[in-house]
């Protein structure tokens, strides 16, 4: 799944009849030092040849053990030209019996896909309109001029420095739709020429890494909203999304932040969640040496669930109203005190980087500036450092260097809320689940939405209203997906796979109403399972 690399494990030239395989031990080698695939029935060994792989080692074991054919087809531009670098690590075949797909995915529904994806190569919706690219550019860099003369001339204070960020978070985040583009290799047809141009807009007017975006984003599109390896709903105890991990969390008791209320703290950047107070912690709910009877430990839980209660108050509280008189003790109150600072010096002081505010310029950042000293990707390191100076040259005259940097990271501050709302609105609200191994057409409809279409939204949103379409056909240029839309709903009506298309308000919305509904599930099943 790629060109990384020209030898492999397997063998080049087979005279003698080519071993067959069953699934059933393909299935097998699904291990990260152990990794069979299969393309077109054939059975490649990519175990050792997946650390050079261009699009990242994890990309290709998403689909160990399993069809990748029509990944593999989606993802590349030239098949033939990628197809060279395969037979090194062909090992065989499906033996004639069994089915080309595996774990019973729909061989009806992927034979129709790939007749549409021919059909649109007949329409020519993988033919790029180079001019829809260009002006996209230019109308980048005009942002970025019109926000220079803006402090040029009426100078830095407050009105025209708003003006200047609204000016220049605008043209970031159109810029990161456009870097999204050539990462894609949807503009030119050489792959090349792709990259480059990529490197440039990513790096050179983004300041971040075309590599680190590479990996990562792939295997987004590779498994979309799939546990374990989608890493863009990897929350890292932030939120729990979907129906199986908040019920997973419930279960076992596990409480990092109150997700019962994580459709309201999505929306700040430091939630109020002090070492100091006893915030909405079920975990009141075990007290047993305490409150040792179960009406008590729950009326208790429930109470704090609903309101803060500060650490100073919370012995008091309980100690007045929940515990009988036996309990009120010396030593109970002792005891009391030590279990609730125990569900409260856990917490950080101070949570940072939650939500839409400080994703871009807290989190992204440091994992873009560690992946590229980590991996030594220097070309990519110097493409980030030109932005940088390129910036701080323009600004640092008018601001200061504090004040420079400052202003930097409110542009950024800024754009997160824009780019985490736009791409959050297609996913966060559809299916997020283990793998259940669906075939490509199911697995990227299960979970991906659309917006309605209009210049407003298509210009808003990248073109990524159209997520369904771009999920499916990853290569093809943004302006035609429209296009290609009215024939993947037929293909859906066939099948009765739902196509769900909402409003940009809507849209939104159920950003908050999924998070909502995930955290009572956790709550219930906390309190309840």
């Known amino acids: 799944m790629g060109k990384g690399g020209n030898q492999g494990e397997g063998s080049t030239e087979c005279k003698t009849p080519m071993p067959t395989f ?50 593999f087809r989606a993802f590349h531009l030239d098949l033939d030209f990628v197809g060279k670098f395969l037979k090194p690590l062909l090992i065989g075949e499906l033996a004639p019996e069994e089915p080309s797909l595996d774990r019973g995915k729909s061989s009806q529904i992927t034979e129709d896909f790939r007749a ?55 043209s970031q985040a159109q810029a990161g739709w456009l870097q999204h583009d050539y990462g894609h290799l949807s503009v030119y047809k050489k792959s090349i020429w792709n990259h480059i141009v990529h490197k440039f807009v990513i790096g050179h007017l983004k300041g971040a890494s075309a590599n680190w975006w590479n990996h990562r984003h792939f295997q987004h599109h590779a498994k979309p909203n799939i546990f374990h390896k989608d890493p863009d709903i990897k929350s890292r105890h932030l939120f729990v999304l979907g129906e199986w991990q908040p019920l997973e969390y419930g279960k076992k008791k596990l409480n990092y932040l109150p997700y019962n209320h994580q459709h309201e703290y999505f929306f700040l950047s430091e939630y109020e969640y002090q070492k100091s107070s006893a915030v909405l912690s079920p975990r009141c709910a075990h007290l047993p040496h305490f409150l040792p009877h179960p009406s008590q430990r729950g009326k208790l839980a429930v109470c704090l669930l609903k309101r803060r209660v500060p650490a100073a108050s919370l012995c008091k509280l309980v100690w007045t109203r929940y515990l009988p008189l036996d309990f009120q003790t010396p030593d109970c109150q002792a005891a009391l005190q030590v279990a609730t600072s125990s569900f409260t010096s856990d917490r950080p002081s101070a949570l940072s980087a939650v939500g839409p505010p400080l994703l871009i310029p807290v989190y992204f950042q440091y994992q873009i500036i560690k992946t590229m000293i980590v991996r030594r990707d220097w070309v990519d390191l ?20 504090l004040g420079a940097l400052v202003f930097l990271n409110f542009i950024r501050f800024l754009e997160s809320h824009w780019f985490v709302w736009v791409t959050q609105m297609n996913h966060i609200v559809m299916e997020i689940d283990l793998d259940h191994y669906r075939d490509w057409f199911s697995s990227q409809l299960a979970a991906t939405c659309n917006v309605e279409q209009s210049f407003f939204n298509d210009w808003f949103c990248g073109h990524l209203n159209f997520q369904i379409e771009h999920h499916l056909f990853p290569t093809m240029p943004r302006h035609n997906l429209h296009k290609i839309a009215p024939l993947v709903k037929s293909l859906c009506t066939k099948h009765g796979i739902k196509y769900q298309e909402k409003s940009l308000l809507r849209a939104l919305l159920d950003i908050v109403r999924s998070l909502k509904k995930s955290g009572e599930l ?8």
């Not at 990260?32 to 175990?47: A, E, G, P």
């Open 22 to 71: 069953r699934w059933e031990e393909i299935q097998k080698h699904n291990l990260r030092t152990d990794r069979w695939l299969v393309i077109d029935r054939k059975v490649y060994n990519v175990s050792k040849w997946s650390q050079r792989h261009p699009g990242g080692h994890r990309v290709i074991g998403h689909y160990s053990g399993e069809d990748a054919t029509d990944a």
């Open 116 to 170: 549409l994806k021919k059909t649109a190569e007949d329409m020519n919706l993988f033919k790029t309109n180079h001019l829809f690219f260009f002006l996209l550019l230019c109308h980048i860099i005009v942002m970025e001029s019109i926000a220079w003369l803006t402090l040029s001339h009426f100078g830095n204070g407050w009105i025209p420095t708003l003006i200047t960020s609204f000016i220049l978070t605008t």
């Open 382 to 401: 110097a493409w980030s450092i030109s932005y940088y100076v390129r910036f701080f040259y323009t600004y640092i005259p008018f601001y200061g260097i």
């Open 522 to 529: 956790w709550l219930d099943a906390y309190l309840h399972k």
